[in-house]
C-alpha cells in the first residue's frame, strides 16, 4: 500500500511506504477531508528477522567497483539514506523500498559460520572481500549482535584482506582487529560523508553518524594505524556538490590518504522516494536537483550502463570531475597500496585432531 505521510517521522528518511516494483496491485489511501490519514501516521518500529540465506560471500563482475566479493551481515538499513541505492532490494523480499527497508531489517546470525565453510573450500584464492557494501555493516543494530565483529575475526584468523565501508562511528569499537590486519596491509576503511552541514545530514541520513563524528573517526582510524579514505557519495547536484572541495579538505586534515565519489544514483524506487523527499525538506530547490541528475544521466532520471552509472555525462558531470582531479591534486593525497593476498591461510576445521605442522 503507498502510504504517503503530511511530514517525516523522526529519525526517519524516507516519507512514504510505496508499494515494490513486483506487485500486482496497488492501493493508495487519500484524506476524505477528516484528518484520517494523520490518525493513523505512527511512527514506525525497527524489527529484525533472520535472513535464512546459505551462503554469505556474494561476487559480482562489475567493472565499475574495485573488488569481486563481499559481504553484507544485514539485509536493510537502520540509517534511513533517503538516497540509498540499495533501498530497491527490499522489493526482492516482498517488501517496501521505503520505510520498510530502515524498518524491517534481516540478519544472518550464521555468517561468521558460513564464512569459514566457504573460505575453507578447496580451490578458494583468496582476493580483498568488501564489508558492508548494500548496506551498511555498522548500522545501530550492529552495537547490540556483534555480528560485523564476528565476520572479522574469522578474516583476521585466516589474515585474509578486507575493505569497509561505513557512515558509523561504531567502527572504532573494532580497531583492536583492525589495526593489527593493517600493519600486515590486509585492511583499509573508507568513511562515506555527504555533506558537513549537519541539519541536512540529519534529514539525509538520520541515524548515521553526524558529520563530524565520522570525521574524528577517519583521525582515530589514521592515528591507529588503519589506511582511511574519504567516500563522497553520494555527491548530490546542486543540494551537495558545492562542498565537494570543502568534504576533501576536511577528510585530508583528518589523515584520509585517498579519496573518491559517487554521483547521486536513483534506480527503480529510489527515485520517487527522493523526490517526495525534496518536496518535503526542499521544496525550492527540488525541480532544479532533478533536472541537474537527468543532465548527468542522458536526460532521463537514472543510466545504469557500466561504466556511467557511478559519475554521469554530460557538461555537469565532466565539470564534477574536474573539481574532484584538481583538488586531489592540489591536496595531495598519498593513496593508498594494494591490499595483501598472499597471508591468506583456510581455516582451520573444527575438530579435535591435531594439525600435522602446528
Not at 514506525?44 to 535472513?51: G, Q
Not at 593489527?180 to 558537513?196: E, G, H, K
Request: charge should be neutral; hydrophobic fraction near 35%.
Amino acid at each position: 500500500m503507498a502510504i504517503r505521510y503530511a511530514s517525516p517521522f523522526k529519525g526517519r528518511g524516507a516519507g512514504s511506504n510505496p508499494d515494490n516494483r513486483f506487485e500486482q496491485h496497488s492501493r493508495e489511501r487519500i484524506d476524505d477531508g477528516w484528518d484520517s490519514l494523520a490518525a493513523t501516521g505512527t511512527a514506525p518500529r525497527t524489527s529484525l528477522a533472520v535472513d535464512t540465506s546459505r551462503s554469505v560471500i556474494s561476487y559480482n563482475q562489475s567493472p565499475d567497483v574495485p573488488f569481486d566479493r563481499s559481504i553484507n551481515p544485514y539485509r536493510g538499513c537502520e540509517h534511513g539514506c533517503v538516497y540509498c541505492f540499495a533501498r530497491p532490494t527490499h522489493a526482492w523480499l516482498g517488501l517496501s523500498p521505503g520505510l520498510d527497508f530502515e524498518t524491517r531489517l534481516y540478519h544472518k546470525p550464521d555468517a561468521p559460520e558460513l564464512l569459514r565453510r566457504e573460505l575453507g573450500r578447496r580451490g578458494y584464492t583468496a582476493a580483498p572481500i568488501a564489508l558492508g557494501i548494500n548496506t551498511d555493516a555498522y548500522q545501530p543494530v550492529e552495537r547490540r549482535l556483534g555480528l560485523t565483529r564476528r565476520i572479522l575475526e574469522v578474516l583476521a584468523e585466516t589474515r585474509h584482506p578486507l575493505t569497509i565501508v561505513t557512515k558509523s562511528a561504531l567502527v572504532e569499537r573494532d580497531l583492536d582487529i583492525l589495526a593489527p590486519l593493517a600493519a600486515d596491509n590486509l585492511c583499509r576503511v573508507a568513511i562515506s560523508l555527504t555533506t558537513l552541514d549537519s541539519n541536512l545530514s540529519r534529514r539525509l541520513e538520520p541515524r548515521a553518524a553526524a558529520p563530524h563524528r565520522r570525521l574524528e573517526t577517519v583521525s582515530r582510524l589514521s592515528e591507529a594505524g588503519v589506511p582511511v579514505s574519504l567516500l563522497v557519495a553520494p555527491l548530490i547536484p546542486v543540494l551537495t556538490d558545492v562542498e565537494l572541495e570543502s568534504l576533501l579538505e576536511a577528510a585530508h586534515a583528518a589523515g584520509a590518504r585517498d579519496a573518491g565519489y559517487v554521483l547521486l544514483r536513483l534506480p527503480h524506487e529510489v527515485k520517487g522516494l527522493f523526490a517526495d523527499w525534496l518536496q518535503m525538506h526542499e521544496p525550492l530547490k527540488a525541480e532544479h536537483v532533478l533536472n541537474r541528475v537527468r543532465d548527468c544521466c542522458g536526460g532521463r532520471d537514472y543510466d545504469a550502463t557500466f561504466g556511467r552509472r557511478m559519475r554521469g555525462t554530460g557538461i555537469f558531470a565532466d565539470l564534477l570531475a574536474q573539481r574532484f582531479k584538481q583538488a586531489y591534486r592540489r591536496l595531495g593525497f598519498p593513496g593508498t597500496p594494494p591490499l595483501e593476498c598472499s597471508l591468506f591461510r583456510p581455516p582451520r576445521e573444527d575438530t579435535p585432531q591435531l594439525g600435522l605442522f602446528d
